[in-house]
């Protein structure tokens, strides 16, 4: 169930118990019915069996809300079948929420009392008085990071405000617990104003070893992390900027090993140009990627052009497309090697995907629904095609995390990001292109990889680029 969970992730989710008459056939007549229905079958368990009937829970997955209520119509019409129940699983699963603050030492007696509390605390505030670094010894700062939104870009769901967008938040700090034992605190900002959240960190940042900015637009991100790391002298870190990028190029460097290509030949289009595929491009370009042009609404992204730009844009323009190639992305992606999209579904079409190079790679990392979905691409041509299940970022940012509290820096710079995404494409299985996140030695390698970047750069006294 969990591979068909992963396979239909963008579609809706419901468990429905029906009591089934207890005659030959009658499953296999609703089996029938619900793919009439054209609803995809998941899971069946028994649940009781009468004399005349059987109990089941079956899990049904629908492309919409309205597919569920024609298929749920359909099925109650059927006589001598009974809808019981209908339960959202993926509603039942967050109830309750799903993080909570625990204590990591044991209170038995009076005594246990008076050390972690009055009077014996008094000691250890006594000491970090003295020695302000070792608070991240000696409380949990040192393994504490916040995670912080105003809810105004959440991946597929866009400017939804904070209290929607705080179960993501919820499944992001179980990530960085799970796989990289860091403690997480999540912090709704209600804000849209680079100021106020600005501010909000800054004075908040002393209870934290780093700050994760998440789901904030763009160009908004580029402004509140830029200010904020000048204030404060922990990592500030936007993952849907350089989580998605450190993927991103951990798979591209797989890829161009599979393909034999090189980066400095290959000739990539990114389509999009908010945050993640800002931050992408720039990466890219750091790491000795050549031809690299950027598409939005408006098309290609050049030097000069008028309409739908920014400064975000207009510095990406000085860096990209040398050729000034103009058009939209039909015509663009026309002998490119490479397509990145981080953009809206289905913009791309097996027709296009056959226009580029032989053999091409594309990312197309649209969510949940794509811009192509791989098996179109693969068809087409596409020597590797690869959506946002398999390259995204929470294969980077628990290591990123993990390593930059470990070597206590307060940047996060390339060189970190770079060992990061070097050691993902190093532990990609060998015809794989990143490795699989549930594989806990990822995580604890690119830890490893990040803290190492991080203490040597200490020694030698340099600061983040």
């Given at each position: 169930m969990r591979k068909k969970f992963e396979k239909y992730s963008h579609k809706i989710v419901q468990k429905i118990r029906f009591r089934i008459p207890d005659v030959p056939g009658a499953l296999g007549r609703l089996a029938m019915e619900i793919g009439k229905c054209n609803a995809i079958l998941g899971d069946i368990t028994t649940i009781d069996i009468t004399?005349?009937?059987?109990?089941?829970?079956?899990?049904?997955?629908?492309?919409?809300?309205?597919?569920?209520?024609?298929?749920?119509?359909?099925?109650?019409?059927?006589?001598?079948?009974?809808?019981?129940?209908?339960?959202?699983?993926?509603?039942?699963?967050?109830?309750?929420?799903?993080?909570?603050?625990?204590?990591?030492?044991?209170?038995?007696?009076?005594?246990?009392?008076?050390?972690?509390?009055?009077?014996?605390?008094?000691?250890?505030?006594?000491?970090?008085?003295?020695?302000?670094?070792?608070a991240r010894d000696y409380t949990s700062i040192g393994n504490t990071i916040c995670i912080a939104t105003n809810g105004s870009a959440v991946l597929g769901l866009g400017d939804i405000g904070v209290l929607p967008a705080m179960p993501v938040m919820e499944g992001k700090s179980i990530i960085l617990n799970k796989m990289a034992n860091v403690s997480c605190?999540?912090?709704?900002?209600?804000?849209?104003?680079?100021?106020v959240i600005v501010n909000t960190l800054y004075h908040l940042s002393k209870t934290f070893g780093a700050i994760m900015i998440e789901d904030i637009k763009a160009p908004l991100c580029f402004e509140v992390e830029d200010r904020l790391q000048k204030m404060v002298q922990i990592p500030v870190f936007h993952d849907d900027q350089h989580g998605t990028a450190t993927v991103i190029l951990a798979a591209l460097i797989k890829a161009l090993r599979l393909t034999r290509r090189n980066k400095r030949s290959v000739r990539i289009v990114i389509n999009g140009a908010g945050a993640a595929a800002i931050a992408t491009c720039k990466m890219l370009l750091n790491y000795g990627f050549k031809d690299i042009v950027m598409c939005d609404r408006a098309g290609t992204i050049y030097e000069g052009r008028r309409g739908?730009?920014?400064?975000?844009?207009?510095?990406?323009?000085?860096?990209?497309?040398?050729?000034?190639e103009k058009g939209p992305l039909t015509q663009v992606i026309k002998g490119k090697d490479i397509f990145i999209g981080l953009s809206f579904p289905g913009l791309v079409t097996a027709d296009m995907v056959k226009t580029m190079n032989k053999k091409?790679?594309?990312?197309?990392?649209?969510?949940?629904v794509p811009e192509i979905w791989p098996k179109d691409a693969l068809d087409a041509g596409a020597a590797i095609a690869l959506d946002g299940r398999t390259i995204n970022n929470a294969l980077a940012f628990p290591g990123i995390i993990r390593g930059a509290l470990d070597a206590r820096v307060s940047t996060i710079d390339y060189a970190m990001k770079f060992g990061a995404a070097e050691t993902l494409a190093s532990l990609a299985g060998k015809h794989d292109v990143v490795?699989?996140?549930?594989?806990?030695?990822?995580?604890?390698?690119?830890?490893?990889?990040?803290?190492?970047?991080?203490?040597n750069r200490l020694d030698k006294g340099q600061n983040a680029d």
């Open positions: 004399s005349n009937y059987v109990i089941r829970d079956i899990t049904l997955f629908f492309d919409s809300k309205e597919h569920y209520a024609r298929t749920l119509s359909m099925l109650m019409k059927l006589k001598g079948y009974k809808i019981l129940s209908v339960e959202d699983e993926i509603l039942s699963l967050h109830k309750g929420g799903k993080i909570a603050v625990t204590p990591r030492v044991n209170i038995s007696t009076l005594s246990d009392l008076r050390m972690i509390y009055t009077p014996g605390v008094a000691q250890v505030c006594s000491h970090i008085l003295k020695h302000p670094s070792s605190i999540p912090l709704l900002i209600d804000s849209d104003q680079a100021d739908g730009m920014n400064p975000y844009k207009e510095d990406i323009s000085r860096l990209t497309n040398k050729r000034m091409p790679v594309v990312f197309a990392l649209a969510n949940p490795p699989n996140f549930m594989n806990m030695n990822v995580h604890e390698k690119v830890a490893e990889a990040v803290r190492q970047i991080g203490l």
